[in-house]
C-alpha cells in the first residue's frame, strides 16, 4: 500500500510538472528525456530499496546516491507545480470572467501568461536541481575550517589558547573517495589542535560502515587526544 501510494504521488506529480515542459517547448526529443530520466531515477530507487540484498535501514553508498537523484528530479518538480498551482487557481476566476464578458482576447492572453509563468516555474526549479546535483558531487567533501574565539571571565587559566577541533555528521557510510577523505583528515590535523571531538553521527546505520575509514581516521592527531560521543544515527546496528 505505501509504495502504491508513492507510484500514485511520483506520477501525478511528474504529469502534471511534464505540462510546464510541453508550453516552454515543443522539441519530442526533450519529452522523451523527460520521461526516461524520471523513469530510470524511480526504477533505481525501487531497485535500491527492495531488491538490492541490504537491510532497507542500512544506508548503503548506492542506497544514498538513489536517495539523492530522487530529490534531484522531484524537488524541482514540487516547486514548479507549486507556481503553475497558484497561477491556476488565478486564471479560473479570470477565463470564467472572461468566457462570461465573452473577451475576444482571452484565448490569446492566457496561454502567452501560461508561457510565461512556466518558464518563470522552471528557472527557479533550476536552483535546487543544480544546488542537490553539486551536493551530491562536490559538496559532500567541501570541507571548511570555522573558526571561533571564546571567551569566559571565570575561563581557568590552563585553557587560555586552547584549541578544540569539533568534527560531526561524518557519515562514513557515505564515502567513496579515499583521497578526498584524507584531504579533510589532514585539513583537521592542520589545526594543531589540543583536543579532537566528534560530536555525533560517525555511521549513517551501522557500526561496519566506519571499518574501512579506520585507518584513515587513525591519522588525527591532538596532544590530548582523540574523543567521540553517539549521536542519533551512531544508535544503529
Known sequence: MRWTLFFLIYFVIDIYAFQALKTFTKRKWLYWSYWIVSFLVLGN?????????????VLTPLKSYAFGFLLVVMLPKI????????????RGPQTLYSMAVKRKDRKSFVPSRRK???????????????SLLYGMYKGRYNFKVLKYTLEFDDLPEAFDGYRI?????????????????????????????????????????????????????????ARDGVYSVLGNHDYGD
Open 116 to 130: 510565461f509563468v512556466s518558464t518563470m516555474a522552471m528557472g527557479l526549479a533550476a536552483v535546487p536541481f543544480t
Open 45 to 57: 530507487f525501487t531497485w535500491q530499496l527492495l531488491f538490492n540484498g541490504d537491510s532497507n535501514r
Open 165 to 221: 577541533t569539533q568534527v560531526s555528521d561524518i557519515h562514513s557510510g557515505s564515502f567513496d573517495d579515499f583521497d578526498k577523505v584524507n584531504y579533510g583528515i589532514d585539513l583537521v590535523n592542520q589545526q594543531d589542535s589540543d583536543l579532537i571531538v566528534f560530536t555525533g553521527d560517525l555511521v549513517n546505520n551501522r557500526a561496519d560502515e566506519m571499518l574501512p575509514w579506520q585507518d584513515t581516521f587513525a591519522k588525527l592527531t
Open 79 to 90: 516547486i514548479m507545480i507549486i507556481i503553475l498551482l497558484l497561477e491556476d487557481f488565478i
